[in-house]
C-alpha cells in the first residue's frame, strides 16, 4: 500500500490554441468507472460538434486501472499522450477529456502528442489537487486525569485529535501517521501509567484543505 498518493479535489478546465485549433480539457475526480464513462459521455453530449472528444482516466492508489481513447485522431496521438501526463504527475482516481476543435491545418503526429499533453496539463493546473497521506485512527479511553496528558503528548508530536467525547470517561479519536503510531502509543502508556485503553480502528488517507480534514478508508 502506498505511504501518498496525489488526487484531485475539485475538478477544472483548461484550453490552448495550436494552429487554429482549440484543444479544451475538462477535468473531474472519479471514484469508479462508471462515474468515468458518465463523465465522458456528458462531454460528448455537450461538445456533440467538435471534431473530437479523446480521454484517459486511472482508477485506484496504484493506478490498477488505465483507460484511453484517441477517438479518431491518429493512434497514440491523443488518449495515450493524455494518459502519460496523468501517470507522470503520479495523479489518481481523475478522468480528463481534451475536446478539439479541428482549425483546418494538420499538427501531425509530434504536434498531436504536444497538443493533447499541453491541454491535459492546463487542465490540471486549473484543478484543485491534493495529496493524500496514510494514517491509522487510534480511539483511546482514559479519565479526566489522563486527557490533559493525551493533548500535551498530541500537541508535541504534532497529531490531530478527531474528536473527544466527555461522559464518566474521555475518548478521544486520533489521526496519525504509522510511523508514530509506536511511539506515541509508547508514551501514552507512560504518562497514564498504563490505564489508557487504546484500540486500533480504521485505516485511512487523509489530506489537509482549508483547516479541513478529508478521510477516506483505505
Known sequence: ????????????????????????????????????????????????????????????SNHELQRCSDDGEP????????????????????????????????????????????????????????EKQYGKQLEITTDYNGIGKLQYIASTMNLTILSTDYTDIVKATLLIPPDSLGLFMKKITEATNGRAIMEELD????????QEILIEKA
Open 1 to 60: 500500500m502506498p505511504t501518498s498518493y496525489k488526487t484531485v479535489y475539485a475538478g477544472g478546465t483548461g484550453e490552448i490554441i495550436e494552429k487554429k485549433s482549440r484543444f479544451i480539457a475538462t477535468v473531474i475526480p472519479i471514484t469508479s468507472e462508471e462515474e468515468a464513462l458518465s463523465f465522458i459521455e456528458q462531454m460528448k453530449k455537450k461538445y456533440w460538434d467538435a471534431a473530437h472528444n479523446c480521454f484517459a482516466y486511472v482508477l485506484g
Open 75 to 130: 493512434s497514440k496521438t491523443a488518449g495515450r499522450p493524455m494518459l502519460d501526463v496523468l501517470l507522470g504527475e503520479g495523479i489518481h482516481n481523475t478522468a480528463v477529456v481534451v475536446t478539439r476543435y479541428f482549425g483546418g491545418t494538420l499538427l501531425g503526429t509530434g504536434g498531436l502528442v504536444r497538443a493533447y499533453q499541453g491541454a491535459t496539463k492546463e487542465g490540471l493546473a486549473n484543478s484543485v489537487i491534493i
Open 203 to 210: 485505516d485511512v488517507f487523509y489530506a489537509f484543505l482549508d
